[in-house]
């Protein structure tokens, strides 16, 4: 079966990369100092952000409670 490409010529030769050592050897990217242990804050209580700021994911899916206001419904997990 004859191949239907036609010749193309030689690609001319590309410019070297630039040399680099294989991943492995490289450091690693920066040197940080290993970052203090934090001290254990309480759980925030999510009374004390505005409302506007509470993430709910499924607020926007579920229709909204009739019994207007935040009372830990059960549809919201």
């Known amino acids: 079966p ?6 193309r010529p030689p ?8 040399e680099r050592p ?5 450091g690693p990217r920066e040197e940080r100092p290993a970052r203090p242990p934090r001290e254990d804050r309480p759980p925030r ?5 505005p409302g ?8 926007a899916l579920a229709p909204a409670p009739k019994s207007g206001g935040e009372g830990g419904g059960s549809s919201e997990g």
């Open 2 to 7: 004859q191949e239907a490409r036609p010749e």
């Open 45 to 49: 209580d999510p009374k004390s952000l």
């Open 52 to 59: 506007e700021l509470t993430f709910k994911p499924f607020s």
């Open 11 to 18: 690609r001319p030769p590309r410019e070297p990369r630039a």
């Open 22 to 26: 294989p991943r492995e050897d490289r």
